[in-house]
């Protein structure tokens, strides 16, 4: 039985991963960041059953990295792709961490001393972390990265702290770029998603950017998460106050002819999930959820939406508010918007507002084929909606198309079913 | 050789367990015939005096019943255990608490108040309460005062066997008392009765389903119970699987569900809360509302249903009732 | 708050038609909600672009018919620009504007002017009656000076004014009463208004709707299209008072200088050329919204009107000069515009200048709540 | 008063219990907040420690290598470890010991890092204080921890298929592709569920039909040597646990054999006619009948329920393929792991809910599907009471987000885009036909939207309500009233038809699936999987995973991905010959177990049964395979006779008193 390669931490990643390597099979999981986990681990709760996200994650990705099945490849990306379907030959650069990994210890010492920050993408930028740096408290590896273009060493030939104060003397800043090349019968993609965040609209038209008070989505999921960067407390980027009330703003970047057609599947129970959350620490916060169709479709997701509604009284408006604009003195935000149902048309003021912003999946360069909707194409999206037209490379999660995290993890499981008939074989 | 010597006697209790020792009836004589009486307050003319001038360790067997309430018991209890070389707590009182023991679900002050002054029977304009030294016509009394909390008789002296019940069935009492008088010594601490619950024992054990779901609880008086069917699988609170078995499941045999008199089996710490746990797992209602509903149409009384015998004796509780 | 009425579903059709006058939006519209909240007028004024969509998609004929919405549109584009499915609201409000001025008229007899065809044929038909007019009634012509009067009497001219007055009169009654009765069962239901406030409404939307077009001016940096349109209803005002003057000074003798109706003309005459010279080059540039989507009703008002405008320019100016062939040709042209402009005005986009501000009216009177 | 005052029964694995506690810096993750060395002094003086001691990184070679010296020459027999939480570093540990000669059990990990250090980081001596009551905590326990012995069984490589509908289909052939037998069992006398009547399933491109895809897996599963298919049969018992299961399965009997050529004769002689339930009630069939073009098995089959056995079919069938005294078979299968697909029912709507049943003009979903199917009733026509329908209302959640009183408050997820895909194929079909979809959210979700953008460019009518609408059967009239909330009017769509777009339910015979294999439901009546998000195609009882709709509504496309993750899933465990459990399981003392069955009634994964013993009394027994050591029998049991190893009470109480020992 050959090796699969599995091309993304994520969640379903993960799965695929696990669902190989239990039965037998050798995988490789490649990872870009230092770190699996994918979006999931930045995710605080996850709807609808308000399962803290890191916690039933966190025992999967501690699996993946016990099992004697798989083998980790963080920092790495996969540059170049030959042979066939059962027969691949992958050629995986390994990025330098410039730490030695069978040393290094996560004891975060080196981040101590390290006096260089940078924003940090984990929390998206809400925060800072040092140069170098261990994404979040559970990663997996749970080993040191040095982020060179923020590194006093490698920027201006200063410092050397870490090398100083590491206990476990990992440090390495000779470290180079390893090229392997694995042969593998099939690959799987998971290669995930990414926030609809460069368009000219979120800024023109919602003020992203221009106004403090505007967030998208993932990052008020940090500005709420208790391991994000205010342990939790919804704080104003403005003026670091509690708000009165805060708005949800669906269909951002999503349903929207401009830059993406797609329903992006996942943000309303998204919203109604952070809606939730903020309603059950701090009742006093109101919140209004501006949604054209709430597509609560999945198990359980419409008793959440009728839970959000009725228990904890959050208020929905059917409408796509068309502009925000700013209160210049008190950086609150005023939302012009028709409620559809009334047929009203209304201008509103709030504290916060929070931009549902459709996804666009992170696409594998061009080691698959890409459809007209900006995600991977499929081989037949009824027989075997998880492979790609290439024999022997499967397209999951959100790469796949939009989804939630159980179809990610069906789909991750179904393409280890697929891959391991080929590694079977070959 | 002579006779065992074996000495009785009751603390805070209400009297049963000395009922239930002349329900042996003729086996009584049997035993009169067997031991030597030598304290036993109730049925003969003993003091403490007499017992006072017995040698330390004379007495064979100590049987005492009732909680530790007053001064008075603590003393006679700890004055017993110095002349004795076996005592059995005799009866849930002693074993537990019993009944009594619901008292201490309020502080002593409370309980005088109420007694005292404020039972509707009561009339008592001056407030006068019983004082540990009175003076009456001159004279001095004094009296024993009543403690902080009643205490299980484990809690004050030593105790080697218990004899489960409210109160102890006559022929476990024969069967305990024959087994020492035998010779076959239990290790100590031994409980007499069952090792298994009630149900093990019970005649509708045979009846039950493999899973129990509760869609509803009531009271005995609430409902006509059907005496061939599980009690419990009829929504009615049946202590028998949290019960120590032993009795012969008298009471369900006598139509009403188990009490728990019985107490705890071993390794169970805390009787009520095992009650109270294994019931909320066979409650098969989703809804929260729908539960409290029933709880309102129930007068739900969990000290009452599930601690009747052994509030006295919590695990956690005991640290307390040394008055910490 | 939901409408008291039942409302049939008849015309389910009603899409296409729509369609084809250049709402093809409709076919897009998923109903967000945007395109009323970004309309500057929703301030002010609920115009629910939106919720006129849907009645359409829907085919509520009667409903389509009888919302004053479109007239309180000015095309300003907004709409079309955040439209997030690109459904061109704008587009959709003007379509319904045809619509209705083609439901309101007579016999539906506005629709010539919506096909090319049939509008060139209404031309040339206008044509012929115009000079066959002129032919019969001109005079005798003299060359040496200038004299208008001996191309063709003034007194025909009056007479001829007259009945084209008291034609627009009865025509526009009609479509008046169209408008009403389907405004009325749309968004007058079942609502009564006091004579007061009917009164009261008709002062504060004609001098500030109409003759000063506040609406318009409302939103910044939109001035120079303000000014044209200003110029242009104040250039046809004007133009209308000049001849009102002369009118009333020849047949009553009041011997007003014949100078007052001619600089009263000229200065409508400026505004006028200004506003349909501004508009003509916006819908050139196909730049702002409303003028990237011309049609043969917008071409023709700016036709009809320039027309009128530049010809009339050119009699004043081949007068003073003294050249009188020249006058008496441009005269004639000019006439011939004018003409069109009358004739056609029941029918055509102009009509908007009576529909606007009554369909600003019935919204005022009946529509208070809304607001 | 001191935990050795607590009666602690059983004896401890050794004489002398001889414990050793190591204290890990974790770098400064601890030794930043807490004085390690004080915590150690203090373990030191802890009775029954004979050995502590710290190290910087107690996981690392160095830290391993201290603790299995220190097993050796210490004789310990005990071990705790005070550093992270034992999700991580448990496994290392455990392994250390088994180094080390010592039962890996013997291990008690405390989380001092997550459970004081990070927490308690602004108060470091109050942190320290912690870690000391911590660890005092864990020594307590750890005297009364047991050696135990890791369990296994065997592992039947073969997997049963509950179900032959599309997604058992899939979870079938994916397995027999992987290499293992499997076995179909299809209630039905034919596979393909409802997929194989779903008509078609896109609107452009190359026509995609159920029946395509249906009639791909059947060939390729029945060409496959691996697959077994059982038709017209049931599972009536199932005994055993994961890896080791064995089931009956009741074959029912066809009457018609394979010599049967479908030619019809027969169902041209039979008498008896019945609704057809395989078009969804529209039309009927007789007692004899082959249930829909191109099924699977191709045979005809009778109804027992409606036909009369008159015998008639016997005499025409020119290939005497008709056996009318066939009898009912009973065969055993050996199986390591099962796959339910047992799929869904479509919701059906009360006589009178929206009309339904009082006109031929009101009809479901499913029953359009049927018309619009080229291999359906009326061949793809779209033909209603003689006439070709002009105005069609779709009405959607029907039977679901609460509507009517009789609909269930979930969400059927698919109907949305199923509606619109039909609405689209009539406007194609018949582009005068006038469309409404009557509907509260348009739930197109993901790439679907695409159906909605396209069913808004085809003119498709969208009626929004909040209120559910009225439908008027009037003679030979039918009129939707419904309040269109987003121009807040009531409209009145005189339909020639109106479609209820029903949604999906758990199928009937659900309850009986649930006590047959033990899995459990959840709040919809669907079948519960072991985590909604991260377990979605396992049930909680090991063994039995869960594939299309029987977890809950899905479209075709997702069934199949499901069916191939159960497939993955089973793989997993096929492709082991053995499978270890680990030995933290629920066990019972029989001396004390009275049989009160609590434990029976609350085991979350069906592991506990009552068992009857020799003298008439039951017990209680745990099938190790099954328990997943959750503990929850033991709080419930009443007698303490059903305990969890490694958390017994002798180790958790004295546990829990020595909180107070300070």
């Known amino acids: 039985m050959k090796p699969v390669m599995v091309v993304g931490g994520g969640i379903s990643g993960i799965q695929a991963a696990l669902d190989l390597a239990d039965q037998g099979i050798k995988v490789y999981l490649v990872e870009k960041t230092p770190s699996i986990g994918g979006r999931m681990a930045q995710l605080d709760k996850t709807f609808p059953t308000l399962d803290c996200s890191s916690c039933i994650l966190t025992p999967k990705m501690v699996e993946v990295a016990r099992h004697e099945n798989i083998e980790i490849l963080a920092y790495s990306e996969v540059l170049e792709i030959n042979g066939e379907a059962g027969n691949f030959k992958v050629k995986v650069r390994k990025k330098p961490r410039y730490v ?207 839970r959000a509604k009725e228990e904890f009284g959050i208020r929905f408006v059917r409408s796509k508010p068309a502009t925000i604009v700013e209160n210049p003195e008190t950086k609150n935000l005023i939302l012009y918007y028709e409620d559809t149902h009334a047929s009203r048309y209304k201008a509103e003021e709030f504290e916060m507002v929070v931009l549902a912003v459709g996804v666009k999946p992170v696409v594998p360069d061009s080691f698959v084929p890409i459809g007209e909707d900006m995600f991977a194409q499929v081989k037949d999206p009824y027989l075997d909606p998880v492979a790609s037209p290439k024999p022997g490379i499967y397209v999951i999660g959100m790469l796949n198309s939009p989804k939630d995290i159980p179809d990610s993890v069906i789909q991750g499981s179904a393409a280890a079913m697929k891959a391991s008939i080929l590694a079977c074989k070959s | 050789m002579s006779k065992p010597k074996v000495a009785l006697y009751w603390c805070a209790s209400c009297g049963g367990c000395e009922e239930a020792t002349v329900d042996l009836t003729e086996r009584l004589f049997d035993l009169v015939e067997a031991v030597d009486i030598v304290f036993w307050p109730i049925a003969m003319d003993f003091k403490r005096e007499d017992l006072e001038k017995m040698e330390d360790g004379s007495i064979d067997i100590a049987i005492i019943n009732g909680g530790i309430r007053f001064e008075e018991h603590e003393e006679m209890v700890k004055l017993l255990r110095r002349k004795s070389k076996i005592v059995i707590a005799y009866g849930s009182c002693a074993h537990l608490g019993g009944i009594p023991g619901l008292a201490n679900a309020y502080p002593r002050e409370e309980i005088l108040k109420f007694a005292y002054e404020e039972a509707p029977t009561v009339i008592n304009q001056d407030r006068v309460r019983p004082m540990k030294k009175t003076t009456v016509d001159g004279m001095e009394f004094e009296l024993p005062d009543f403690l902080e909390y009643l205490k299980p008789l484990d809690e004050v002296i030593d105790v080697d066997y218990y004899i489960p019940g409210c109160p102890p069935t006559p022929d476990l009492t024969w069967e305990a008392v024959s087994k020492l008088l035998s010779g076959e010594i239990p290790p100590k601490g031994h409980v007499f009765g069952s090792d298994k619950s009630l149900c093990h024992e019970c005649p509708l054990n045979e009846t039950k389903p493999d899973e129990i779901k509760l869609e509803e609880l009531k009271r005995p008086h609430q409902v006509v119970l059907d005496r061939s069917k599980c009690y419990l699988t009829q929504g009615v609170l049946c202590m028998g699987p949290v019960t120590r078995g032993g009795c012969e499941a008298l009471c369900i045999k006598g139509g009403m569900p188990c009490t728990g008199c019985f107490g705890p089996l071993e390794g169970v710490y805390n009787q009520g809360a095992k009650a109270l746990s294994f019931l909320a797992s066979v409650i098969d209602i989703e809804d929260e509302e729908k539960y409290r509903e029933m709880l309102e149409k129930l007068g739900f009384d969990p000290i009452g249903w599930f601690f009747r015998y052994s509030l006295a004796k919590g695990m956690i509780y005991r640290k307390k009732g040394d008055g910490e | 708050m939901l409408s008291p009425k039942y409302v049939v579903l008849k015309k389910p059709d009603l899409s296409n038609e729509l369609i084809k006058l250049g709402g093809d939006g409709i076919k897009k519209c998923y109903q967000c909600g945007t395109c009323t909240a970004i309309c500057p007028l929703s301030k002010t004024q609920t115009v629910a672009v939106r919720r006129m969509i849907k009645k359409v998609q829907l085919g509520l004929e009667e409903e389509v018919l009888g919302d004053p919405a479109p007239w309180l549109c000015y095309f300003c584009g907004d709409c079309n620009e955040t439209c997030p499915k690109d459904a061109t609201p704008g587009n959709i409000m003007d379509a319904v504007r045809k619509y209705q001025i083609i439901n309101y008229s007579i016999g539906k007899f506005a629709k010539i002017f919506y096909d090319k065809a049939y509008a060139l044929v209404s031309l040339v038909v206008m044509t012929i009656i115009g000079l066959l007019g002129m032919y019969i009634f001109h005079g005798e012509m003299v060359t040496n000076v200038v ?52 009164i ?171 607001v | 008063m001191s935990s050795e005052e607590v009666k602690v029964e059983g004896a401890c694995p050794t004489d002398e219990v001889r414990i050793g506690v190591y204290v890990c810096h974790c770098g400064l993750n601890i030794a930043g907040v807490i004085n390690v060395k004080e915590v150690v002094e203090y373990a030191q003086k802890l009775p029954n420690v004979v050995s502590a001691k710290e190290y910087i990184f107690m996981c690392s070679a160095p830290g391993q290598d201290l603790i299995r010296e220190d097993i050796k020459k210490c004789k310990l027999n005990r071990v705790v470890i005070a550093a992270c939480g034992p999700e991580m570093h448990e496994p290392t540990f455990r392994a250390v010991l088994e180094e080390a000669g010592l039962n890996p059990y013997v291990l008690e990990m405390v989380s001092i890092r997550e459970g004081s250090s990070w927490v308690h980081y602004e108060d470091p001596e109050a942190a320290t204080e912690k870690a000391k009551d911590m660890v005092r905590m864990a020594v307590a326990r750890a005297r009364n921890l047991e050696p135990l012995e890791k369990m296994s069984g065997e592992v039947k490589q073969r997997a049963l298929i509950v179900g032959g509908g599309i997604a058992g289909l899939a979870s079938a052939l994916d397995l027999a592709e992987r290499g293992f037998e499997v076995h179909i069992v299809e209630k039905k006398p034919v596979l393909g569920g409802h997929a194989a009547r779903m008509g078609q399933l896109n609107v452009e491109g190359r026509k995609v039909s159920g029946k395509d895809l249906v009639d791909y897996l059947v060939k390729k599963v029945k060409d496959n040597p691996n697959v077994h298919i059982y038709t017209n049969a049931e599972v009536t018992k199932v005994d055993g646990s994961i890896g080791n299961f064995t089931i009956t399965v009741k074959l029912k009997p066809r009457y018609v054999n394979d010599k049967c050529t479908s030619c019809g004769k027969c169902v041209e002689v039979c008498p008896v006619t019945a609704p057809n339930e395989y078009e969804y009630g529209i039309g009927e069939r007789k007692a004899i009948f082959l249930p829909f073009e191109g099924a699977y098995p191709n045979q005809y089959v009778i109804d027992p329920e409606t036909c009369t056995f008159c015998g008639k079919c016997v005499e025409v069938c020119p290939e005497g393929a008709i056996n009318l005294d066939e009898k009912e078979k009973e065969i055993t299968l050996e199986v390591g792991g099962i796959i339910l697909a047992t799929g869904h029912d479509p919701y059906e709507p009360p006589v009178g809910e929206y009309g339904y049943g009082l006109s031929p003009k009101v009809i479901t979903l499913h029953q359009l599907k049927r018309l619009l199917s080229e291999d359906g009733p009326t061949k793809g026509e779209l033909v209603i009471d003689g006439k070709r329908p002009r105005n069609i209302v779709f009405i959607s959640c029907v039977g679901s987000l609460g509507t009517t009183p009789n609909a269930n408050q979930y969400c059927s997820r698919m109907c949305c885009s199923a509606s619109l895909l039909e609405a689209l194929h009539i406007k194609e079909k018949y582009p005068d036909a006038q469309v409404f979809f009557v509907h509260k959210d348009v739930r197109t979700y993901g790439k679907d939207e695409n159906l909605y953008w396209k069913a808004i460019d085809n003119l498709v009518k969208f009626v929004r309500f909040e209120e559910s609408p009225k439908v008027t059967v009037g003679k030979g009239e039918v009129k939707v009233e419904v309040e269109e909330s987003t121009i807040q009017e009531r409209l009145v769509i005189p339909a020639d038809l109106v479609v209820l777009v029903t949604g999906m339910e758990p199928p009937k015979e659900i309850e009986e699936l649930r006590s047959l294999f033990k899995v459990g439901c959840g709040g919809d009546g669907f079948l519960k999987e072991a985590h909604l998000k991260l377990n979605p195609v396992e049930s909680l009882t090991g063994g039995i995973y869960l594939a299309g709709t029987a977890t809950g509504p899905k479209s075709i496309a997702e069934s199949i991905v499901a069916g191939s993750a159960a497939a993955a899933k089973a793989a997993s465990l096929l492709s082991k010959d053995t499978i270890e459990v680990e030995p933290i399981v629920a066990v019972v003392d029989e001396d004390k177990c009275s049989g009160c069955g609590i434990c029976v009634s609350i085991c979350p994964y069906g592991a506990i049964s009552l068992e009857k013993k020799e003298d008439g009394t039951r017990v209680s027994k745990v099938d190790p395979m099954l328990c997943q050591g959750c503990g929850t029998c033991g709080a419930a049991c009443p007698s303490a006779a059903i305990q969890q190893n490694s958390y017994k009470d002798k180790q958790i109480i004295p546990q829990i008193l020595a909180v107070f020992e300070r």
């Open chain 1, 100 to 306: 030695d990994v069978t040393k290094c210890t996560g004891c975060g010492v080196c981040m101590k001393y390290c006096p260089s920050k940078v924003p940090d993408e984990f929390n998206l930028g809400l925060s800072e972390r040092k140069a170098i740096y261990i994404p979040f408290p559970q990663a997996i590896p749970l080993k040191a990265t040095i982020d060179a273009e923020h590194c006093l060493w490698f920027q201006k030939n200063i410092c050397r702290n870490c090398e100083k104060f590491c206990p476990a003397k990992a440090i390495d800043y000779e470290q180079k770029p390893e090229d392997i090349e694995l042969n593998v019968a099939a690959i799987i993609f998971a290669t995930g998603y990414e926030l609809i965040a460069d368009h000219s609209l979120l800024t023109d038209q919602y003020g992203y950017g221009r106004y403090a008070n505007v967030y998208t989505n993932l990052e008020f999921e940090r500005l709420v998460s208790a391991t994000g960067p205010t342990g939790g407390e919804i704080l104003r980027r403005s003026d670091g106050r509690k708000p009165k009330n805060i708005a949800f703003i669906q269909c951002v970047c999503s349903r929207d002819i401009r830059m993406n057609p797609n329903c992006s599947s996942i943000c309303c129970m998204a919203s109604v999930k952070e809606g939730i959350l903020v309603r059950e620490h701090h009742p006093d916060i109101e919140v209004t959820i501006f949604y054209m169709d709430l597509r609560a479709f999945g198990k359980g997701y419409q008793e959440f939406y009728d």
């Open chain 3, 200 to 370: 009261s409404e008709f002062f504060r939307i004609l001098i500030k709707e109409a003759l000063f077009q506040s609406r318009l001016l409302c939103e910044e940096g939109r001035s120079a299209r303000y000014f044209a349109h200003i110029g242009v209803i104040w250039g046809f005002i004007l133009l209308f008072a000049a001849t009102g003057i002369h009118f009333i000074s020849d047949s009553f003798g009041l011997g007003v200088p014949e100078t007052v109706p001619r600089l009263v003309g000229i200065i409508g005459g400026i505004g006028l050329l200004y506003g349909g010279i501004y508009y003509l080059i916006r819908r050139f540039e196909k730049k702002e919204l409303y003028a990237k989507a011309s049609h043969l009703h917008d071409w023709w008002l700016l036709a009809l009107a320039l027309g009128s405008g530049i010809s009339g320019f050119l009699v004043t100016i081949f007068m003073y000069a003294n050249m009188a062939m020249a006058t008496y040709i441009f005269y004639g042209i000019h006439l011939l515009f004018v003409f069109y402009l009358i004739v056609s005005a029941p029918f055509s986009k102009l009509v908007h200048m009576i529909y606007r501000p009554f369909a600003l009216w019935f919204a005022s009177v009946w529509e208070v709540e809304e």
């Open chain 3, 147 to 198: 004299d208008i009067d001996s191309f063709i009497s003034s007194e025909i001219l009056h007479d001829a004014g007259l009945v084209l007055l008291a034609y627009i009169v009865v025509v526009m009654l009609v479509h008046l009463v169209n408008m009403y009765r389907y405004t009325k069962r749309a968004i007058g239901y079942g609502k009564s208004a006091p004579l007061g406030r009917w």
